[in-house]
Nanobody
Framework: QVQLVESGGGLVQPGDSLRLSCAAS????????MGWFRQAPGKEREVVAA????????LYADSVKDRFTISRDNAKNAVYLQMNSLKPEDTAVYYC????????????????????WGQGTQVTVSS
């Protein structure tokens, strides 16, 4: 099992940027696809972005394409989410997650594909 700890959330204004970080420990980080999810009040948790174990492949939700960038540093056991041009609708709790299966990357991830979750970090975008 892997332990995941997110950081970097906060209160920002529309148009601002934030960088979320996720520190992993407990298993071989470099062989697992990692993802970021978010959950807004009253809504289901949704995938925001995912990155393959090598960092070669990424995917993004349509709502964040061209604004968010996922990256990872396997030497530091960390994954990041750079969020630019933030909008009020980006307000949510953001969760880091690790794939259940090593060395795979699928085109359409869902919650049940991830077996490890962090505790979440709140991002609030408001003027």
């Amino acid at each position: 099992q892997v332990q995941l700890v997110e950081s970097g959330g906060g209160l920002v204004q529309p148009g601002d940027s934030l960088r979320l970080s996720c520190a992993a420990s407990g298993r071989t980080f470099s062989v697992y696809t990692m993802g970021w999810f978010r959950q807004a009040p009253g809504k289901e948790r949704e995938v925001v972005a995912a990155i393959s174990w090598s960092g070669t492949n990424t995917l993004y939700a349509d709502s964040v394409k061209d604004r968010f960038t996922i990256s990872r540093d396997n030497a530091k056991n960390a994954v990041y989410l750079q969020m630019n041009s933030l909008k009020p609708e980006d307000t949510a709790v953001y969760y880091c997650a690790g794939d259940r299966t090593p060395v795979r990357f699928i085109s359409r991830y869902q919650m049940e594909d991830f077996g490890s979750w962090g505790q979440g970090t709140q991002v609030t975008v408001s003027s």
